[in-house]
């Protein structure tokens, strides 16, 4: 089996990214209970993203004589600034909160940072001592009648290397997990990284295939093998039909509180955004997914 040091940066924090969505205490929830299954320090950030013009706002300013020009430019800028200085304080209570979640539920004393930027570029500048983001399925802006992903959990998953926790609407902590397996590269990974890690150690573990029920799929017997020597009590499941239908029933029917996929390189289990599979799961299925590559 191949090693932890080479799978898992075992030295890094969890780092949860929070905003004002409906998603903030599942987020510091998830990561707190992550943080204190692996051991390590936790964090919380908050990006401040450069404000954005509002709809249908033009710029009218050409059209004013100076005078006029200049008060409206000066009442623009005054916006501006107050719009940042509210944005700071809801940053500031935002990370008091998670880090007194983290402190009355695991007994953590998280640190945090406000941040100003792209989330993504903030994540980015500090994935070297991360080992594990936490982020929610949506964020504050997403349409949820529409069952919209948030566009920043797109963009998180494409751009970091890390492992990805995608906290679910409401938090509960996981008993039973689910790995989506299909004997690619990816998904032999995923085994060997939750072999690796005390995130999940002792959960008792569903190994899902997608294939013809009648006869075992290759790859099968080697990812129970895996998974049972490091100690996980494992049920082997091969279902017929499309995955992300396969993966959401499976879910409902036993109960799974966890899915592990992987982020990039599935065959019948594709790709994030730019396949279907990954995408339906994270909109369907009602409990946290964590996304490894």
């Keep these: 089996m191949t090693t932890a040091p080479t799978l898992i940066h075992a030295d890094g ?12 205490a599942s987020v510091a929830e998830m990561a707190a209970w992550a943080a204190a299954r692996l051991q390590a320090p936790l964090e919380f950030v908050n990006a401040i993203d450069r404000p954005t013009s509002a709809p249908g706002r033009q710029d009218l300013s050409g059209n004013l004589a100076l005078g006029d020009r200049e008060d409206l430019l000066a009442e623009l800028t005054a916006l501006d600034e107050s719009r940042a200085r509210v944005a700071q304080e809801s940053g500031r209570r935002l990370l008091a909160q998670a880090r007194a979640l983290a402190a009355q539920a695991r007994g953590i004393e998280a640190e945090s940072r406000l941040r100003h930027g792209a989330l993504v570029d903030t994540l980015l500048e500090l994935e070297a001592e991360v080992r594990l983001f936490v982020i929610g399925k949506r964020g504050e802006h997403a349409d949820f009648a529409k069952g919209h992903l948030g566009s920043n959990l797109e963009r998180v998953v494409r751009a970091v290397h890390r492992p990805v926790l995608v906290a679910a609407r409401s938090f509960s902590a996981p008993e039973r997990f689910l790995i989506a397996f299909d004997n690619s590269a990816t998904t032999r990974r995923c085994v060997e990284m939750v072999c690796a890690s005390p995130l999940l150690a002792e959960l008792p573990c569903h190994l899902l295939m997608v294939g013809d029920p009648s006869r075992e799929p290759e790859g099968l017997e080697w990812a129970r093998e895996q998974l049972s020597d490091a100690g996980f009590h494992v049920d ?21 509180d966890l899915i ?4 990039y390189g599935h065959s019948r289990i594709r790709s994030l955004i730019l396949g279907s599979t990954t995408t339906e799961v994270l909109r369907s299925c009602q409990v946290p997914v964590l996304l490894l590559r």
């Design 260 to 263: 592990v996929m992987g982020a």
């Design 236 to 256: 082997v499941h091969v279902v017929a039909g499309p995955a992300d239908a396969a993966i959401a029933r499976h879910v409902q029917q036993h109960t799974i």
């Design 13 to 24: 924090r969890v780092l949860a990214a929070l905003d004002v969505s409906t998603y903030s």
